[in-house]
């Protein structure tokens, strides 16, 4: 009994001898909120209202300025766009593996949530959720910028500088396409023709895409104009070059891929789009094979 207590004596000596050492709470490694520079309070305020963050301590909290956006965008979006200030914000979350990436906007303008989500893509990014969010109707231009910020920081690893010029100029090439057409119908037809780029890998050529172009925008009904059709056949390009890997896209894209996998299969078929005649025919005899099923 005395050694034992002699023990305990020892054991509370040595502890009180020991420094206190100061303990360093992390916010959840899991979220990560990335806000405009130039926000004032209040706009801040409605920001992290319209993002869902209740208490901010529970993030990992990081900025994007004005001048990173023009680093990053000024080469395929004009200043105007840009503007003076980076106010849209965002707040990422790590998903399980192969969620895919889900997108949600509030008071964004210029970019639509597929137009994130395909950028975000080819830019290097995988199974994550991410809410973009501006005080009131913005661009939402940083937010490209701040995403791939988040996902540096979140996975400790820099994306590839390629794939990131690449999503900035998607971005850029998919809102252009949207004056001709809508913002809906431009994040598909990017969508489609990335999913050709990535099928062909090294074989692909821009005749290629010519190709597929004209046939996607007979398809869905649209006139582009030639200088818009060089921009996007540029991008395709650049996406080439991004080494884009089709199961990824389909992966990480499941919903935009189940609006534009008729219109990506068919790029591939046959060299091109079935006539729409056939189509009602092969529509009827599936008709008829399901009513017999």
Known sequence: MKKLRYLLISVLTCAMMIPAM???????????????????????KKVLDY????????????????????????????????????????????????????????????????????????????????????????????????????????TGKQLDEVKVKAANNEIAVTQELGKETNQKDAAEMVASLKQKVAEMGDDYTREDGQKALKELEKEMNVSLSSSTEDKILDLMDNLKNADLDVDTIKTQAKDLYENIKDYANKLTEDGGFLSQLGQKIKGFIKKIVDFFK
Do not use: W
């Open 22 to 44: 100061s303990v360093q709470v992390f916010a959840d490694s899991e979220k990560y909120l990335v806000l405009g520079k130039d926000l004032t309070t209040s706009e801040k």
């Open 51 to 154: 993002l869902g963050v209740d208490d901010i301590n529970d993030y990992q909290v990081s900025y994007v300025t004005n001048s990173e956006e023009h680093q990053y965008l000024g080469k395929y979006l004009s200043s105007s766009v840009i503007g003076k200030r980076a106010l849209s914000s965002v707040v990422m979350e790590s998903a399980e593996k192969d969620a895919g990436i889900s997108v949600t906007t509030k008071n964004i303008s210029y970019c639509s949530e597929a137009m994130y989500q395909n950028a975000l893509i080819t830019a290097g990014v995988k199974d994550v959720k991410l809410t973009v969010a501006g005080p009131f109707s913005i661009s939402g231009t940083a937010a490209l910028v701040a995403a791939t910020k988040s996902y540096e920081i979140m």
